[in-house]
């Protein structure tokens, strides 16, 4: 088993910036891959980015240029950098971790954490 628990959001004005961490524990290995989805009310959840372990990273289009994840290894953590923060990137930002199916699919992660409200307001 897995542990993911989400951190760092909150209210930010468009604009802003926020960074959301994500910390591992239990059967943790630095090999997994590690991604961030979100959910915005009354929407499905849909990926934003994902982490390799080698270094090789994806983001969504709608946020590539703007957010950046990266991960230290050492301490089980994936950390998302958002950046130039738009009212639409308001929803509930949630890690996932153990890709076994397509890395763009939230149906493709074992392990999932609670996740954590990011609200840009306009």
């Known amino acids: 088993q897995v542990q993911l628990v989400e951190s760092g959001g909150g209210l930010v004005q468009a604009g802003g910036s926020l960074r959301v961490s994500c910390a591992a524990s239990?059967?943790?290995?630095?090999?997994?891959?590690m991604a961030w989805f979100r959910q915005a009310p009354g929407k499905e959840r849909e990926f934003v980015a994902v982490s390799w372990s080698g270094g090789t990273t994806r983001y969504a289009d709608s946020v590539k240029g703007r957010f950046t994840i990266s991960r230290d290894n050492a301490k089980n953590t994936v950390y998302m950098q958002m950046n130039s923060l738009k009212p639409e990137d308001t929803a509930v930002y949630y890690c996932?971790?153990?890709?076994?199916?397509?890395?763009?699919?939230?149906?493709?992660?074992?392990?999932w954490g609670q996740g954590t409200q990011v609200t840009v307001s306009s």
């Open positions: 996932a971790a153990v890709l076994f199916g397509d890395w763009r699919n939230k149906d493709g992660y074992a392990y």
């Open positions: 239990g059967r943790t290995s630095s090999s997994y891959a």
